[in-house]
């Protein structure tokens, strides 16, 4: 190895499963390449695509550079600023507004997924630095799901992928690794190669289940239904696991009683299986276990998206496939959990005024902001966001976004949404910055140090925040509570507690910088069979879903109704060669990231009257785009699939919220798979 590189640890921070630790190697300031880390024991070295790509991303010829204003908003007209005069713009309208309306509540944060790392928590940490303030909580990713195993087993835990060595059954339900989380594809061929039997249950003939022993293709959100039909196999053939049962759930005679009002017939038609295609499920839950159920976050994007997250609990329950190693429902977990959080914790003295936030559903912003109006919101802060192109109704939000005073958006690209903003900031990289980054997936946590000089005029969301805090206190002592004194590694050494170090087997932050390291989660979820419910069982019947308006049973099939005038369902997968909005402008990747094309089953075309490699025209309830087709066996005729991604999309969603998320996200989860189109020839 070349030894005049300097070598420096990174770690990805993207909304990714793998959060992948990289090593940086830089010669006279300037990044020069980058690796996966072999440290790291769950990504062990390898990196994605994007993850290879990251040098073009950091040095991309779009990438920006200074503090830029335009003016009028939406012009083009991009006028360079200096970093004094945008934050004392900023500024100085955060005073107006206070003095206006009496407290900070026409202040607006709007912040995802752009980068997950502890220390981005900083705008959030500002924002409940100075009272009351609006904020977008939700999420867009998980909430049915999070609150289906909430109320079946009372938390979200997953195993360690070194588990599923000893499944012997796999069940990718509606994820599609090959694409979403790349490192649990080593992890599943392991166990195929000892063995063990995968099968994907997807409406998409995906690459996941092309590497897979078996796929049932459903139809979009009929899950609950195909779910009961197993069950009711299992219960006609007395499959089930009556050890398991009597220990480990409550409700199961009420279970039995109520799964007999459901026909065998209506469940098979709801999902479009055949009896043979339920027998070879309920076998292979019952007869070839553990069983390890992987549930993705795209089957559970639907207006039954939790409903049909708890049937599957529920399957899982019944079959004894919980607990035991190579067995268990694997979700998302929030290792997250782990850290203090102080970045949040600087508040407002008590008696001055209370931290309390106005929420506004993220996955209904617009709407919801515009109900906001005691005091309006005038003054919106976008960061690590692409709204304009991840959103539902878009026309309204534009609307939305043309009644605000002043825009602000932190970004690393000039997006739709920067295009919409009067200011920009430019932000840092992970190359660039401290920051400290966990898994919604995996165990293990790492830490991000700077390698490199912030790329021109760019400063980390952290670094903005400390600016903005510092200014406004110029103003009025105590004004913002956010300190702008603390150093980024002070923030990190405030974020470790003597258990997490415990856990981590460590005594400093600092060790961290020779390798990430594993925290000692159980390496089985419910190893332990205490579950967090009421009863401390599972529950097949829950009080607590009753409580809140919804089935007391998972196994509760919920049809989606179609429009007759949008009869198709739309599927806007997540791809490999972008995170969201993320990445589609590396240049390695416009080749792959062509044109946006809509597949269509050839017997639909059929009857369509489409040509293969046409245009055509994709119509929903809230908007119409011409795009071409191309025929596809990966899809069945009920279901359309678009890709790659198409910026203007989402202009097509009207926002139609899941069934669940508001337990444990603040938020009902946003059904975006309920994409109901029609597609017409151009010659119509
Ligand atoms: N490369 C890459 N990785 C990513 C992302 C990315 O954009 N690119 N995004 C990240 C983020 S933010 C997220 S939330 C995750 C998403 O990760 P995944 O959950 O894997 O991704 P999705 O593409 O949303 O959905 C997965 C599968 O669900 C299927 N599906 C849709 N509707 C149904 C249904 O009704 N029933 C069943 N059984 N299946 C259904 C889809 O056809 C798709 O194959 O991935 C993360 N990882
Ligand atoms: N049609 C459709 N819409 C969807 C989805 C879908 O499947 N289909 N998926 C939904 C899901 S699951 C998700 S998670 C959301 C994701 O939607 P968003 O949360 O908007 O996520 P991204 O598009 O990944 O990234 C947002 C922006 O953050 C910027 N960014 C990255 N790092 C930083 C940083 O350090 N600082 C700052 N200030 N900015 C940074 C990136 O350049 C990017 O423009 O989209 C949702 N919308
Ligand atoms: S996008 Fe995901 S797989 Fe790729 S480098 Fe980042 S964390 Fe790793
Ligand atoms: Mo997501």
């Not at 990196?47 to 009028?72: F, S, T």
């Not at 600092?510 to 069982?537: C, H, I």
């Not at 596809?632 to 890709?643: A, E, N, P």
Request: glycine fraction near 6%; aromatic fraction near 10%; hydrophobic fraction near 35%.
């Amino acid at each position: 190895m070349d030894n005049s590189f300097e070598i420096t640890r990174h770690v990805c921070p993207r909304n990714c499963y793998s959060a992948c630790s990289i090593l940086g190697f830089t010669k006279n300031g300037h990044l020069e390449k980058v690796t996966g880390d072999p440290a790291h024991g769950y990504t062990k070295g390898l990196l994605c695509a994007k993850g290879y790509n990251y040098m073009n991303q950091v040095y991309h010829q779009e990438r920006l550079k200074y503090p830029m204003k335009q003016v009028p908003r939406g012009s083009g007209r991009w006028q360079r600023i200096s970093w004094s005069e945008a934050i004392e713009t900023i500024t100085n309208k955060i005073i107006e507004l206070y003095e206006r309306y009496g407290s900070h509540l026409s202040l607006a944060l709007n912040k995802y997924s752009g980068n997950m790392g502890v220390l981005h928590h900083a705008m959030e940490g500002f924002f409940n630095g100075l009272g009351k303030t609006s904020r977008a909580t939700g999420n867009p990713c998980w909430a049915p799901g999070m609150d289906a195993l909430y109320f079946d087993y009372g938390a979200c835990q997953t195993s360690d992928m070194e588990d599923i060595h000893d499944a012997q059954t796999i069940i990718l339900w509606g994820v599609n690794p090959v694409w979403t989380s790349i490192h649990s594809m080593n992890y599943i061929y392991e166990a195929q190669k000892r063995g063990a039997k995968v099968i994907t249950i997807d409406p998409i003939n995906t690459e996941s289940a092309k590497k897979s022993d078996a796929f049932i293709q459903v139809k979009p959100g009929s899950d609950g239904s195909l779910a009961v039909a197993i069950a009711k196999y299992i219960v006609d053939h007395e499959l089930y696991d009556l050890e398991f049962i009597e220990k480990h759930t409550v409700g199961w005679n009420e279970l039995k009683e109520h799964i007999q009002q459901f026909s065998m017939d209506d469940a098979l038609r709801e999902c479009g299986q055949s009896i043979g295609a339920i027998q070879y499920l309920a076998e292979r839950l019952c007869r070839d276990k553990p069983v390890t159920i992987w549930i993705g976050f795209g089957m559970q994007r639907n207006m039954n998206g939790g409903q049909n997250v708890r049937a599957i609990n529920s399957l899982a329950a019944m079959t004894g496939n919980i607990g035991i190693k190579g067995s268990g429902v694997q979700f998302g977990k929030r290792t997250t959990e782990k850290f203090t959080f102080q970045i949040l914790n600087y508040l407002q003295k008590d008696g001055i005024e209370k931290n309390e936030i106005r929420t506004i559903d993220m996955n209904d912003f617009a709407l919801d902001v515009q109900k906001q109006q005691d005091p309006p919101v005038k003054f919106l802060w976008i960061t690590c966001r692409n709204l304009l192109t991840q959103s539902s109704n878009i026309k309204q939000l534009k609307e939305v976004l043309s009644a605000m005073e002043l825009i602000v958006t932190v970004e690393h690209f000039l997006t739709e949404t920067v295009q919409f903003s009067d200011i920009v900031l430019p932000a840092t990289m992970l190359f660039e910055e401290w920051e400290i980054v966990s898994s919604y997936w995996h165990y293990w946590i790492s830490i991000n140090q700077p390698a490199i000089e912030p790329y021109y005029e760019s400063k980390s969301d952290l670094e903005i925040a400390r600016l903005l805090s510092k200014k406004l206190n110029e103003y009025k002592e105590g004004f913002s509570a956010f300190p702008s004194h603390l150093t980024d590694e002070e923030f990190i050494d405030q974020e470790f507690t003597d258990t997490l170090y415990e856990q981590l087997h460590i005594k400093n932050w600092r060790e961290l910088l020779n390798g990430p390291k594993r925290v000692d989660y159980p390496k089985t979820a419910w190893e332990d069979f205490k579950f967090q419910t009421p009863s401390g069982k599972i529950e097949l019947y829950s009080f607590q879903a009753k409580r809140n308006q919804l089935s007391p049973f998972g196994l509760e099939p919920v049809e989606l109704q179609m429009d007759p005038h949008y009869p198709y369902t739309l599927l806007l997968n997540h791809e490999p060669f972008r995170i969201n909005s993320q990445f589609l402008n590396l240049n390695s990747f416009k080749e792959i990231n062509q044109e946006p094309s809509v597949y269509l089953h050839p017997k639909l075309a059929k009857e369509k009257n489409i040509q293969h490699d046409t245009m055509v025209k994709l119509l929903s309830k809230s908007g119409e785009i011409i795009i071409r087709a191309k025929y596809s066996y990966d899809v069945q005729k009920q279901t359309l699939l678009l890709y790659p991604n198409h910026p203007l999309i989402n202009k097509l969603i009207t926002f139609t919220p899941s069934d669940m998320g508001q337990y444990m996200t603040g938020g009902k989860g946003n059904a975006l798979n309920n994409l109901h189109v029609n597609i017409e020839n151009l010659s119509n």
